[in-house]
């Protein structure tokens, strides 16, 4: 049971109404997640919007999807593990493209580095070093990719956490957690 209520769009403060049922239209129903966050009408409005933004960026859906499992996996959050891998077959990975995501694989070089950087900003609180930075360039992302990879880092970091200290259930197929966190 979630520690938090998830709240139906009726009873959800009236600045968080619209951007739920905005989420609403996008899904087809309201994931749970939207729903505990939907107590606070701005922390609901941050993440939506930085879920817009993100998908509109230059890295593409597929490659945040991957970026998602990988942060997912590494922090024990079976609810994002689900839910991005589930997004990410939509983006058009396939299974083996999210199952090698997942563990911070993948056999395309460029998805492998952008990977290895995301984790390394996971593992590193963000303290990676100037080698990482240009590793992650030479590899091929330009500056403005590069923010955009720890920009996805940085919401999926929020995300896991609502899921997990709320302790919220997960609404989409489950995938098995690779790695638990240390």
């Given at each position: 049971?979630?520690?938090?209520?998830?709240l139906q769009t009726e009873h959800a403060p009236a600045n968080s109404q619209p951007v739920l049922q905005q989420v609403q239209q996008a899904?087809?129903?309201?994931?749970?997640?939207?729903?505990?966050?939907?107590?606070?009408?701005?922390?609901?409005?941050?993440?939506?919007?930085?879920?817009?933004?993100?998908?509109?960026?230059?890295?593409?859906?597929?490659?945040?999807?991957?970026?998602?499992?990988?942060?997912?996996?590494?922090?024990?959050?079976?609810?994002?593990?689900?839910?991005?891998?589930?997004?990410?077959?939509?983006?058009?990975?396939?299974?083996?493209?999210?199952?090698?995501?997942?563990?911070?694989?993948?056999?395309?070089?460029?998805?492998?580095?952008?990977?290895?950087?995301?984790?390394?900003?996971?593992?590193?609180?963000?303290?990676?070093?100037?080698?990482?930075?240009?590793?992650?360039?030479?590899?091929?992302?330009?500056?403005?990719?590069?923010?955009?990879?720890?920009?996805?880092?940085?919401?999926?970091?929020?995300?896991?956490?609502?899921?997990?200290?709320?302790?919220?259930?997960?609404?989409?197929?489950?995938?098995?957690?690779?790695?638990?966190?240390?």
């Amino acid at each position: 049971m979630s520690r938090m209520p998830l709240l139906q769009t009726e009873h959800a403060p009236a600045n968080s109404q619209p951007v739920l049922q905005q989420v609403q239209q996008a899904f087809g129903a309201t994931p749970n997640m939207f729903r505990a966050v939907a107590h606070s009408p701005a922390a609901l409005r941050s993440m939506w919007g930085a879920f817009g933004a993100l998908g509109q960026g230059r890295i593409g859906a597929k490659l945040g999807e991957q970026i998602a499992v990988a942060v997912a996996d590494r922090n024990s959050c079976a609810y994002c593990l689900a839910a991005h891998t589930a997004l990410g077959r939509k983006a058009g990975a396939t299974n083996e493209d999210m199952r090698t995501a997942q563990m911070g694989e993948s056999s395309d070089a460029r998805t492998a580095a952008a990977l290895r950087f995301a984790l390394q900003l996971v593992e590193a609180r963000g303290q990676v070093s100037q080698a990482d930075v240009q590793a992650i360039k030479q590899a091929g992302f330009d500056d403005g990719e590069v923010v955009e990879i720890l920009a996805h880092v940085a919401l999926n970091l929020f995300t896991n956490y609502v899921n997990l200290a709320f302790d919220v259930p997960v609404d989409f197929p489950a995938v098995p957690l690779h790695r638990r966190a240390a």
